[in-house]
């Protein structure tokens, strides 16, 4: 089975702070992606990453930044964090061309920024 | 650009009953596919079933099946047999053809009444 996993479920943080999430991915994909998820605005795509050292901007860049320094890590990392971030960020992982490009997501993590 | 449209914010199905959960897409790619997820109130985003925009037969996972109308440009999902663990959020999505980006409909409540 696929397996994606996220440094937290659960995240408070103060204004201003620098926040790392992590994500872990143990099945040797490509390709992987951090989305925020907010009530009425769906899922929006922040940052993905096709390969090591490699990052493209997604559709809500803006405060936000990327490491991918290892195959099966991806960090989202908020650079100055403000109470407009909080929301659900979910971390996914996946594979392009073999058939079905299928995007495996971890558990999420609810960030409150106070 | 690619869109994904899910007409119904709320849906009842009785235990044990069928349930049709609508998606309509739009896209100009010739190639795209097209996933639903399930998300229940943990948060994590579960993958359902994938339909590749060239694949000839439906595509069916356990008790999941996507009803897929290219003409019409819509990719239903159809669970049989509702059970009271399939209470929970669905999102239907898509990507397109050179695009690792996923397109997330707004999602569809779905509650399961014993």
Redesign the interface.
């Known amino acids: 089975d696929v397996k994606v996993t996220q440094s937290s479920?659960y995240l408070v943080k103060r204004t201003g702070e620098k926040v790392f999430l992590e994500c872990v991915q143990d099945m040797d994909h490509e390709?992987m992606?951090w989305y925020r998820q907010d009530p009425?605005l769906?899922?929006r795509?922040i940052y993905?990453s096709?390969d090591v050292k490699m990052k493209e901007k997604?559709d809500i860049p803006e405060g936000y930044s990327v490491s991918r320094e290892k195959k099966e890590r991806f960090s989202l990392i908020l650079e100055s964090a403000s109470t407009n971030q909080t929301s659900?960020y979910?971390c996914?992982s996946?594979t392009?061309g073999q058939?079905?490009?299928?995007?495996?997501?971890?558990?999420?993590t609810?960030l409150t920024v106070l | 650009a690619q869109k994904i449209t899910q007409t119904q914010p709320g849906m009842f199905v009785q235990e044990k009953e069928a349930v049709t959960l609508d998606c309509t897409y739009d896209t100009s790619d010739p190639s795209y596919?097209l996933?639903w997820?399930k998300q229940p109130s943990?948060?994590?985003?579960?993958?359902l079933i994938?339909q590749?925009s060239y694949d000839q037969q439906n595509a069916t996972e356990g008790r999941y099946s996507l009803n897929f109308q290219k003409a019409r440009k819509s990719a239903n999902l159809v669970i049989s047999a509702s059970q009271l663990g399939d209470s929970a959020m669905y999102?239907c999505a898509m990507?397109g053809a050179g695009s690792?980006?996923?397109t997330?409909?707004?999602?569809t409540k779905l509650s399961v009444i014993p």
Request: aromatic share 26%; glycine share 26%; net charge positive.
């Open positions: 479920r390709n992606f009425g769906g899922l795509l993905f096709y997604g659900m979910l996914a996946g392009p058939g079905t490009d299928t995007q495996y997501f971890g558990p999420g609810r | 596919g996933f997820y943990s948060g994590e985003m579960i993958f994938y590749g999102f990507t690792y980006q996923l997330f409909g707004k999602g």
